[in-house]
Nanobody, 121 residues
Framework: QVQLVESGGGLVQAGGSLRLSCATSGIIFRFNDVGWYRQAPGKQRELVARISSAGFTNYADSVKGRFTISRDNAKNTVYLQMNSLKPEDTAVYYC???????????????WGRGTQVTVSS
C-alpha cells in the first residue's frame, strides 16, 4: 500500500515562498504520475499541479507561473515550490501518486496527513 508523507508547510506572509516535499513508499515511484492537491476549509480538494512519469507538468490556472512541481525518482519524492504566495493559497496540501486518470479524478482510497500552508496578508 502506498504511503505518503507531506512536509514543508508553515506560516508565511503574502509574497513569500515555501517548498513542500512528499516522500512516497510502497509504489514504483518512477512509473507513476504524481499530483499535489489542496483543500481549504469548507471547500473540496482540488488538484493544483501534476507531473507525469515522463516529467510533463500541468498546473491549475490559479497557481500557474507561481508554483513549480518537480520529482526526484532516486528519492521517491515530489516537490512543490510555491512562490508569490497569496492568502487564497491557504489550505492543507496533499500529494498522491498513480496513473494519470486517477490523478485528475483524485480517485484514491488513501491519503497522507497533508501539510498546512497558511499565508497571512
Amino acid at each position: 500500500q502506498v504511503q505518503l508523507v507531506e512536509s514543508g508547510g508553515g506560516l508565511v506572509q503574502a509574497g513569500g515562498s515555501l517548498r513542500l516535499s512528499c516522500a512516497t513508499s510502497g509504489i514504483i515511484f518512477r512509473f507513476n504520475d504524481v499530483g499535489w492537491y489542496r483543500q481549504a476549509p469548507g471547500k473540496q480538494r482540488e488538484l493544483v499541479a501534476r507531473i507525469s512519469s515522463a516529467g510533463f507538468t500541468n498546473y491549475a490556472d490559479s497557481v500557474k507561473g507561481r508554483f513549480t512541481i518537480s520529482r526526484d525518482n532516486a528519492k521517491n519524492t515530489v516537490y512543490l515550490q510555491m512562490n508569490s504566495l497569496k492568502p487564497e493559497d491557504t489550505a492543507v496540501y496533499y500529494c498522491n501518486a498513480g496513473p494519470g486518470y486517477k490523478i485528475v479524478a483524485a480517485d484514491f482510497g488513501s491519503w497522507g496527513r497533508g501539510t498546512q500552508v497558511t499565508v497571512s496578508s
